[in-house]
């Protein structure tokens, strides 16, 4: 089966404190899955990125994990993925989901989400990719974070249109449906596209 659209989802390794956090990899996977999409994240069947993965697959969709052979132990690697990537480096790992997605989305996760997210963005404004970057504040988890970047354009540091290039939303399903459009796929017409 060939996905018509492909979202690169970060995430924690971890299921966090709170059960909405993850409700809601879960309603991120089942969109993406009900909805003839991949899902494209970095392979571990551990907390919210097993959570996401798991609801993608039962909804029918395909899922590309990516991991570094490090972490294959560390994070418990998903082997029931579509296609299971096992590369060398985190950079290997980073660029490989990069190329297999159309939109890049980080829903609650910890440093390796914020990383990961912090660079795609960084990517986007640099002209490496043309792919939208959507940041899921999941009640109002990343306020703070949203806030300070906010103090980085008020100090001259950042500007406006860095800040135009992340789309940001409380709400799971707008939030992936304004991404896919924005990448310029659907469900049913347009095949998957390949980039960096």
Not at 59 to 80: N, Q, S, T, Y
Not at 88 to 112: N, Q, S, V, Y
Not at 169 to 184: M, T
Request: aromatic share 8%; with cysteine; proline share 4%.
């Amino acid at each position: 089966m060939t996905s018509s659209f492909s979202v690169c989802v970060y995430c924690g390794s971890r299921p966090g404190a709170k059960p909405e956090f993850a409700d809601t990899a879960a309603r991120v996977g089942h969109w993406i899955g009900s909805n003839g999409g991949q899902l494209v994240y970095g392979g571990g069947r551990s907390g919210l990125m097993g959570v996401v993965a798991d609801a993608t697959l039962a909804a029918g969709g395909r899922v590309v994990g990516v991991i570094p052979k490090a972490l294959v132990d560390k994070e418990l690697a998903h082997h029931g993925c579509t296609e299971l990537h096992i590369v060398d480096t985190m950079h290997e790992r980073k660029a490989l989901m990069a190329e297999h997605a159309d939109a890049f989305l980080a829903i609650p996760g910890g440093i390796g989400t914020m990383e990961e997210f912090f660079e795609v963005w960084t990517w986007r404004q640099l002209g490496y990719h043309d792919k939208p970057v959507g940041l899921l504040n999941q009640n109002g988890f990343y306020d703070a974070l949203l806030q300070f970047l906010s103090s980085t354009v008020e100090s001259e540091l950042m500007n406006a249109w860095q800040m135009s290039l992340i789309q940001t939303s409380d709400d799971p399903i707008a939030l992936l449906q304004s991404l896919v459009q924005a990448a310029g796929m659907n469900a049913t017409e347009t095949p998957l596209r390949k980039v960096i």
